[in-house]
């Protein structure tokens, strides 16, 4: 028996998931993941997006992403914010294909990573 962590949850709970419980049910699926791109992506999570782990995916927005971006960007180098960002838009992207209301249709309309 297969366990899809996502399709066991209602709608409304689906609503208000976040960035962390998105995370969670990723890992939860994607049980190939190589050990070094789990640590990677564990460690962006608990450095870039640490403010962002409670927040609802619903409320993360373009303009957020293109900030963080570019503060990410400054601090640290262009490819470790290009690399938190490609990691953000696969979250999202898993999120996007997982998460549905009672109708089957995504509670995320779009993805807010575009091609920075």
């Not at 994607?30 to 791109?37: D, G, I, Q, S, V």
């Not at 570019?70 to 262009?78: D, L, M, N, V």
């Amino acid at each position: 028996m297969v366990l899809n962590p996502p399709a066991e949850k209602k709608p409304e709970v689906l609503q208000g998931t976040t960035l962390q419980q998105a995370f969670d049910d990723f890992v939860a699926v994607r049980k190939k993941l190589k050990a070094r791109t789990l640590c990677d992506y564990q460690r962006i999570m608990k450095t870039v997006f640490a403010d962002w782990q409670n927040k609802a995916m619903l409320k993360i927005n373009k303009d957020m992403v293109a900030k963080r971006h570019s503060k990410i960007g400054a601090e640290h180098g262009e490819a470790h914010a290009n690399l938190s960002m490609r990691f953000l838009r696969a979250l999202f992207n898993f999120a996007i294909a997982q998460y549905e209301d009672g109708n089957g249709h995504s509670i995320l309309r779009e993805n807010p990573v575009i091609m920075l």
